[in-house]
Nanobody, 124 residues
């Protein structure tokens, strides 16, 4: 069983930045594909970004490409999401997700473990 704990959410003005962190309890963290998803009120959970376990390849939703950066530190069992140029449409609860040796990244069903979420609110 893997536990994921997100942190770093909060209230920020449009144009600002936040960095989310997700700490994982997995002993073999380096073997987990990691993803970030978000869910706004009344909407489905949507893919934001992912990073592979094998070669560190990264994947982004079109809506965040060029503004958000996902990274991982295997020594710290942590994945990050640097969010720049935030706008009100980025307001959501952000979730971290993991799958052991996962090779698909874009759907919630492709992950086995989820954090409790961290709320991001962007004011205009």
């Amino acid at each position: 069983q893997v536990q994921l704990v997100e942190s770093g959410g909060g209230l920020v003005q449009a144009g600002g930045s936040l960095r989310l962190s997700c700490a994982a309890s997995a002993r073999t963290f380096s073997s987990y594909a990691m993803g970030w998803f978000r869910q706004a009120p009344g909407k489905d959970r949507e893919f934001v970004a992912a990073i592979s376990w094998s070669d560190g390849s990264t994947y982004y939703a079109d809506s965040v490409e060029g503004r958000f950066t996902i990274s991982r530190d295997n020594a710290k069992n942590t994945v990050y999401l640097q969010m720049n140029s935030l706008n009100p449409e980025d307001t959501a609860v952000y979730y971290c997700a993991a799958r052991y040796r996962g090779r698909r990244y874009y759907k919630p069903s492709e992950y086995d473990y989820w954090g409790q979420g961290t709320r991001v609110t962007v004011s205009s």
